[in-house]
């Protein structure tokens, strides 16, 4: 049955009690500039993974990686102390990537504001292919009102002579002229 929340509180102390004995009791001068970043526990609380990283060149992580190998039973034995539980867990090292990912990563942002600014310096200098501003606007209103005021004259020509031919019908039917 595994519980997550103990495993979870299990994996924060041993995270400490790591650091503190690195820092304190384990005295390899292999060990390098050491910092624990992350410890796991499965949920049964058999083995615990301790994530490190180191800072320095690949000779000095191999000797560090090798200093947590010898010192591998000391820790696992003050776990067993400190923490009180019926069964000490597993120990194993390994080494954390978040460093060589992160530069990774910096990486591909540095080549993606490159590229931003190339487009950028393409961008300043290009021209419109066709008319700055492609959409079709509304007419001005003095267009308008010169269209508009020669076909309401047309319009009121057709509309007198529609009524004229409407009393010529009326008088016609009736017989009567108005």
């Given at each position: ?11 924060d ?8 004995m ?53 820790i ?29 990563i ?16 393409k ?8 008319e ?6 509304p007419?001005?209103?003095d ?19 529609d ?14 002229s108005?």
């Amino acid at each position: 049955m595994a519980d997550h929340a103990r495993a979870r509180k299990m994996s924060d102390r041993i995270k400490v009690i790591v650091a503190e004995m690195l820092e304190k009791r384990i005295k390899d001068p292999r060990l390098g500039f050491i910092t624990i970043t992350d410890a796991r526990v499965t949920g049964d609380l058999h083995e615990a993974t301790v994530y490190y990283t180191v800072y320095g060149s690949e000779a000095e992580k191999a000797d560090t990686a090798a200093a947590l190998e010898s010192a591998k039973g000391v820790i696992r034995s003050e776990i067993g102390k400190q923490t009180g539980v019926r069964f000490t867990p597993t120990v194993t090292f390994v080494a954390d990537a978040v460093p060589e990912n992160a530069l990774a990563i910096e990486d591909l942002l540095t080549q993606a504001a490159r590229a931003d600014a190339e487009v950028q310096e393409k961008a300043a200098a290009a021209a419109y292919a066709g008319e700055a501003d492609p959409y079709k606007k509304p007419r001005d209103e003095d267009d308008d009102s010169d269209e508009d005021d020669e076909s309401d004259d047309d319009d009121s020509d057709d509309d007198e002579d529609d009524l004229d031919a409407d009393l010529e019908d009326d008088e016609d039917r009736t017989g009567t002229s108005a």
